[in-house]
């Protein structure tokens, strides 16, 4: 079954469902919901008290440059970004609540990491977190990136590099360590128009230590080069 049947077939049986199903359905749950609410403690992060950091594994899906002017190097980035962690205090035995092993929670009643780009500024779209059995986490929020890229090859080659620094706001290291999900953007969903081509595109973990402060900060950096496909045709503009 493909992806695009797979979403029409449960989009399908959503609107067949009777309202006595839903019910059922909130009865199942309902107890597993109150269960771990009476658990989770959102404001702080889930360490266990261990001595290792929390780790936080990170992933970006670029769908669509929205826009981008070619003489500030402004750009607007369409994009999912992933992220995934554990939370012990989210975990459950599935035969204690009749063999439920995944359940939506929405992401403000559980902790979430306190990632940001460190330059530029993010619209983020609500939705739930996925909870596994496990204590897994998927979060995967829509994401609108305002950054800036550097324009300064467009008129020389016709490229743009666009990088995205991200990492957590608070915590260093020692406590919540980032890491990439691969070496690469995740570019599968990216929307081909008649303007750019992605000729790179990449993430990379670094560590930085400064001055101030003897732990490590980590961070991700997610790059991604475009090539215009008519350079002599766009100039210096803004476009969509």
């Avoid at 500030?72 to 092993?101: M, N």
């Avoid at 992401?107 to 977190?129: F, M, Q």
Wanted: with cysteine; net charge negative; aromatic share 10%.
């Amino acid at each position: 079954m493909g992806a695009s049947t797979a979403v029409l077939v449960i989009v399908m049986a959503s609107y067949l469902a009777t309202a006595e199903d839903v019910n059922v359905q909130c009865q199942r749950y309902d107890p597993l919901y109150k269960e771990l609410m009476s658990r989770e403690a959102k404001n702080t992060i889930p360490v266990d008290g261990k001595d290792e950091a929390l780790n936080v594994t990170i992933n970006l899906t670029l769908l669509k440059i929205t826009s981008l002017n070619l003489r500030t190097g402004d750009a607007v980035l369409d994009t999912w970004v992933h992220y995934e962690w554990e939370d012990s205090r989210l975990a459950w035995d599935p035969s204690d609540y009749k063999g439920i092993t995944v359940m939506n929670l929405p992401h403000s009643n559980i902790w979430t990491p306190d990632i940001v780009p460190y330059r530029g500024h993010t619209v983020v779209t609500d939705v739930p977190a996925v909870v596994f059995n496990s204590g897994l986490v998927y979060y995967i929020p829509p994401t609108i990136i305002k950054t800036r890229c550097d324009v300064s090859n467009y008129t020389t080659d016709g490229t743009v590099t666009c990088s995205l620094k991200i990492g957590s706001w608070t915590y260093n290291g020692n406590i919540l360590d980032v890491q990439n999900k691969g070496p690469e953007i995740d570019v599968s969903e990216y929307y081909h128009d008649n303007q750019w081509d992605i000729t790179e595109h990449s993430m990379q973990r670094r560590v930085h230590h400064y001055d101030c402060c003897p732990e490590p900060y980590p961070a991700i950096t997610a790059s991604v080069t475009l090539k215009a496909k008519r350079h002599g045709l766009l100039g210096w503009s803004l476009f969509h």
